[in-house]
Nanobody, 113 residues
Framework: QVQLVESGGGLVQAGGSLRLSCAAS????????MGWYRQAPGKQRELVAR???????NYADSVNGRFTISRENARRTVYLQMHSLKPEDTGVYYC???????WGQGTQVTVSS
């Protein structure tokens, strides 16, 4: 059974930080690449960060230098540390494999100006 549970979102002022966590079932975490996606209001879901099982990492230009993705394989957990948050980072954040095979409920991040 595929299961993804995201947590850690919230309301934060611009310039603040949040740390998101995603607990994944074995079936999806065994995929080589895991990623964090976000969907801003009225926009398509986009991939913002990805990490392979070997630790290779890529970021979208919009978050590069501010977000850090990591994974803890023993716990089947993926993290997204977000710093210097901007109002345009507002959205629902999801984790999944890359490419995505399933979705969890996501976690809402709201950045106020």
């Amino acid at each position: 059974q595929v299961q993804l549970v995201e947590s850690g979102g919230g309301l934060v002022q611009a310039g603040g930080s949040l740390r998101l966590s995603c607990a994944a079932s074995r079936s999806i975490f065994s995929m080589n690449v895991m990623g964090w996606y976000r969907q801003a209001p009225g926009k398509q879901r986009e991939l913002v960060a990805r990490i392979s099982s070997g630790g290779s990492i890529n970021y979208a230009d919009s978050v590069n230098g501010r977000f850090t993705i990591s994974r803890e394989n023993a716990r089947r957990t993926v993290y997204l540390q977000m710093h210097s948050l901007k109002p345009e980072d507002t959205g629902v954040y999801y984790c999944s494999s890359v490419p995505a095979l399933s979705w969890g409920q996501g976690t809402q991040v709201t950045v106020s100006s």
